[in-house]
Nanobody, 121 residues
Framework: VQLQASGGGLVQAGGSLRLSCAAS????????MGWFRQAPGKEREFVAV????????YYQDSVKGRFTISRDNAKNTVYLQMNSLKPEDTAVYYC???????????????WGQGTQVTVSS
């Protein structure tokens, strides 16, 4: 499975962005799909994940209530709607696919190339 992330950019604090991740080259299911992010000098951290079947979603505490992950299985695409963005959300965002729901990067075997999100204060 190949993953292609898009939708990053520069936005002011309080603004919104929607990231997309399109999967190709294989079956989209029953993969869980997730987003991680990595800021300069920091480790890659979990942001959100959504299950294949029920669409259950899980979030890092710092993004709860601001970010929403969703998926369109017919389009093999997962989205991350990011509202009320803060400067500390600045990072490269990576989409990922894996066989289990997890907040650990090591649980995922497929990664997109990353898309830069920059939030100015």
């Amino acid at each position: 499975v190949q993953l292609q992330a898009s939708g990053g950019g520069l936005v002011q604090a309080g603004g919104s962005l929607r990231l997309s991740c399109a999967a190709s080259g294989g079956t989209f299911g029953p993969y869980a799909m997730g987003w991680f992010r990595q800021a300069p000098g920091k480790e890659r951290e979990f942001v959100a994940v959504i299950s294949w079947g029920s669409g259950s979603a899980y979030y890092q505490d710092s993004v709860k209530g601001r970010f929403t992950i969703s998926r369109d299985n017919a389009k093999n695409t997962v989205y991350l709607q990011m509202n009320s963005l803060k400067p500390e959300d600045t990072a490269v965002y990576y989409c990922t696919a894996g066989k289990i729901i997890s907040d650990s990067a090591s649980s995922y075997g497929h990664w997109g190339q990353g898309t830069q999100v920059t939030v100015s204060s």
